[in-house]
T-cell receptor, first 112, second 113 residues
Framework: SQTIHQWPATLVQPVGSPLSLECTVE??????LYWYRQAAGRGLQLLFY??????ISSEVPQNLSASRPQDRQFILSSKKLLLSDSGFYLC???????????FGQGTRLTVV | DQQVKQNSPSLSVQEGRISILNCDYT??????FLWYKKYPAEGPTFLIS?????DKNEDGRFTVFLNKSAKHLSLHIVPSQPGDSAVYFC????????????FGTGTRLKVLA
C-alpha cells in the first residue's frame, strides 16, 4: 500500500533562517506531488506541484521554493524565512488527474 | 480570485440528523470534485469524490450531489455522528487541464450529542 511521510511534525524557526521540509511517498511510482499551506483560519493554498523529477510548477510567488530530486521525494525550502511563512504545511500525492490526492500529516511551522 | 468557495464557515447539527455542507465553484472547466475531512494538526482525509458526468455519488453515510448548471456541490452526511465533527473542505480539479486541486476555505462541522 502507498504511504506518505512528512517531517518534521513541528518546527520553530527564527526570522531569516533557512527552511527545509521533506516529503516522501512509498508504494507508487511517478506520483504527482503537491505542497499546500493552511494559514490560521484559512483554506488550503496550493504552493507547488510536480508531475515528474525536476518538474516544478509554482502557484504563489514568494520566498519559498520546491525541488524534486527523486521520483518520490518532494522538498520545500526557503533561504530566509519571514514571519508570514508561519502556517501548517501539507504534502500530498496523487496517481493521476481524476483521482483523489492523499495528504501527509503536516508540519506546523512557527516563525518567531 | 477564489475559484472554490465554501460560504458557511461553520455548521452545527444535532446527532442523528442530516448535515449538509455546500460548495460553489466559478471555473466551468472543473470536472472532478472531492470532499475532505480534517482534524486539527492532521492532514486532510479523503471522503468522497464525483466526476462531472454524474450528479450523485454515495458511499455509506456520505453522499455528494453535483449541480453543474449552478456550479454547486453539496455533501450530505446521514445520520450525523459526534465523530463527524471536523473541518470539511471541498476541492476541484480540471482533469483535462492541469494537475491542480483547488480547495475551498472549509466549513467547521460540529455535531452535538
Amino acid at each position: 500500500s502507498q504511504t506518505i511521510h512528512q517531517w518534521p511534525a513541528t518546527l520553530v524557526q527564527p526570522v531569516g533562517s533557512p527552511l527545509s521540509l521533506e516529503c516522501t511517498v512509498e508504494g507508487t511510482s511517478n506520483p504527482n506531488l503537491y505542497w499546500y499551506r493552511q494559514a490560521a483560519g484559512r483554506g488550503l493554498q496550493l504552493l507547488f506541484y510536480s508531475v515528474g523529477i525536476g518538474q516544478i510548477s509554482s502557484e504563489v510567488p514568494q520566498n519559498l521554493s520546491a525541488s524534486r530530486p527523486q521520483d518520490r521525494q518532494f522538498i520545500l525550502s526557503s533561504k530566509k524565512l519571514l514571519l508570514s511563512d508561519s502556517g501548517f504545511y501539507l504534502c500530498a500525492w496523487s496517481v493521476s488527474v481524476g483521482t483523489e490526492a492523499f495528504f501527509g500529516q503536516g508540519t506546523r511551522l512557527t516563525v518567531v | 480570485d477564489q475559484q472554490v468557495k465554501q460560504n458557511s464557515p461553520s455548521l452545527s447539527v444535532q446527532e442523528g440528523r442530516i448535515s449538509i455542507l455546500n460548495c460553489d465553484y466559478t471555473n466551468s472547466m472543473f470536472d472532478y470534485f472531492l470532499w475532505y475531512k480534517k482534524y486539527p494538526a492532521e492532514g486532510p482525509t479523503f471522503l468522497i469524490s464525483i466526476s462531472s458526468i454524474k450528479d450523485k455519488n454515495e458511499d455509506g453515510r456520505f453522499t455528494v450531489f453535483l449541480n453543474k448548471s449552478a456550479k454547486h456541490l453539496s455533501l450530505h452526511i446521514v445520520p450525523s455522528q459526534p465523530g463527524d465533527s471536523a473541518v470539511y473542505f471541498c476541492a476541484a480539479s480540471d482533469v483535462s487541464g492541469t494537475y491542480k486541486y483547488i480547495f475551498g476555505t472549509g466549513t467547521r462541522l460540529k455535531v452535538l450529542a
